[in-house]
């Protein structure tokens, strides 16, 4: 398969199929009763411009899991932490150089640099609260980004 600049294009016939099969297991189960639902989630295709971040609030209780995959075109960095963090950091001014590869990050429960693909990650909760997934992309272009995250209650 040839990329085109779509994320779809990215996926070999062998993933496509595994996916297929991994999803139709899952809502058969559904079907039977047999998982429970997400408290939150969000599956979207996102285009974030370059030099900006965008961020993913979810409301979490001790125990709770985030679970997520980010797929995007281009570089990005991927963190999790509280909103007060994110409000703290989004407010400073942060000026960089292209070649600069300690960008400041907030402060932070979870994080990635440099990611195009993250696939199958999750975050639990320490504590009730709200949690922010933040992605940031520091390039000068925008990425294409395709965003799978949902919150699952703590098994009791």
Known sequence: ??????????????????????????????????????????????LIKGG?????PFNMVAGDELVFAIVANDYLDIVICDEQDLDEWAGEEIEIDEDDEDRPLPAGYWHKTDVINCGD????????????????????EATEVIVDAAVWEAEE
Not at 16 to 44: F, M, N, Q, T
């Open 1 to 46: 398969m040839t990329a085109t600049g779509s994320l779809g294009a990215r996926y070999t016939p062998g993933e496509v199929l595994r996916y297929k099969l991994s999803w139709e297991k899952r809502c058969a189960e559904a079907d039977a009763g047999e998982i429970d639902s997400p408290v939150e989630e969000v599956h979207e295709t996102k």
């Open 52 to 56: 900006k971040h965008e961020d993913y």
């Open 121 to 140: 990650q999750r975050f639990e909760a320490p504590e009730d609260g709200r949690y922010v997934l933040l992605l940031i992309n520091w390039d000068d």
